[in-house]
């Protein structure tokens, strides 16, 4: 195989002050993202998260592969089968699963088995990892990095939710299986997180956490 075809890039290089006012700007925006658990019912504009996984697949991935695939739900007859699935898997998460240090570490959170907004919500994202595709002649072609790749785009998908003024909560049950068969995706994808996408209620109520300060989180030599 040989290299390219290469294009020009076209960097917009930013005045100093232009940067610090971005990137001051950026985090204060972020950091206003909480993960939500109160949702209303009200639906979302399709168009809007329709550019929101665009901006996902945007993301970068090991040799450009973009191992992932998103399955968007709306339908309320779906949403009840990934509940109840979910629920089935959290109960034995609470009761047997889980160590003891891990419900301690949950107990702030105030989580339980209980996942009212998989229903409540309007719109769930199964974000789906493909460990390798398969092409028209069925010949299958590894990808690389596959987490990575779609933890990046995940993280993407967060972020343009969040600047898009939806709320979202990214939810693991664990094993997770059952999205596979609920949603008819193929072997080769492995649930990677259920996103849980809508408006907050008017009275949503959230832990009162912090966030580690830049000195625990960076060093810089
Ligand atoms: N999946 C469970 C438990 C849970 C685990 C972690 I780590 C969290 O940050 C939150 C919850 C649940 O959704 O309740």
Same mark, same amino acid.
């Given at each position: 195989?040989? !290299?390219?075809?290469?294009? %020009?890039?076209?960097? *917009? +290089?930013?005045?100093? @002050?232009?940067?610090? $006012?971005?990137? /001051?700007?950026?985090?204060?925006?972020?950091?206003?993202?909480?993960?939500?658990?109160?949702?209303?019912?009200?639906?979302?504009?399709?168009?809007?998260?329709?550019?929101?996984?665009?901006?996902?697949?945007?993301?970068?991935?090991?040799?450009?592969?973009?191992?992932?695939?998103? !399955?968007?739900?709306?339908? %309320?007859?779906?949403? *009840? +089968?990934?509940?109840? @699935?979910?629920?089935? $898997?959290?109960? /034995?998460?609470?009761?047997?699963?889980?160590?003891?240090?891990?419900?301690?570490?949950?107990?702030?959170?105030?989580?339980?088995?209980?996942?009212?907004?998989?229903?409540?919500?309007?719109?769930?994202?199964?974000?789906?990892?493909?460990?390798?595709?398969?092409?028209?002649?069925?010949?299958?072609?590894?990808?690389?990095?596959?987490?990575?790749?779609?933890?990046? @785009?995940?993280?993407?998908?967060?972020? /343009?939710?969040?600047?898009?003024?939806?709320?979202?909560?990214?939810?693991?049950?664990?094993?997770?299986?059952?999205?596979?068969?609920?949603?008819?995706?193929?072997?080769?994808?492995?649930?990677?997180?259920?996103?849980?996408?809508?408006?907050?209620?008017?009275?949503?109520?959230?832990?009162?956490?912090?966030?580690?300060?830049?000195?625990?989180?960076?060093?810089?030599?």
């Amino acid at each position: 195989m040989t !290299a390219g075809p290469f294009a %020009p890039l076209n960097f *917009q +290089r930013l005045p100093e @002050a232009e940067m610090q $006012e971005r990137a /001051a700007a950026f985090h204060q925006q972020l950091r206003g993202r909480r993960s939500v658990r109160d949702y209303s019912d009200r639906a979302v504009p399709m168009d809007v998260i329709e550019n929101c996984l665009l901006a996902a697949g945007s993301a970068p991935s090991g040799a450009n592969k973009q191992p992932w695939h998103f !399955a968007v739900v709306t339908d %309320p007859a779906v949403k *009840q +089968r990934i509940r109840a @699935a979910a629920e089935e $898997e959290e109960r /034995a998460f609470y009761t047997q699963r889980a160590s003891e240090e891990w419900l301690n570490d949950l107990a702030p959170l105030g989580t339980d088995a209980n996942k009212p907004f998989l229903e409540i919500a309007p719109c769930l994202i199964a974000i789906f990892s493909q460990s390798y595709q398969l092409d028209n002649e069925g010949q299958k072609h590894l990808n690389y990095y596959v987490t990575e790749s779609v933890g990046i @785009a995940t993280g993407f998908l967060i972020a /343009a939710l969040h600047n898009a003024g939806l709320a979202c909560l990214t939810h693991t049950p664990s094993p997770m299986r059952f999205l596979n068969e609920i949603l008819g995706r193929p072997s080769n994808e492995r649930p990677f997180l259920l996103l849980v996408v809508g408006y907050p209620t008017d009275d949503a109520q959230v832990p009162v956490i912090a966030k580690k300060p830049l000195s625990d989180i960076a060093t810089f030599i």
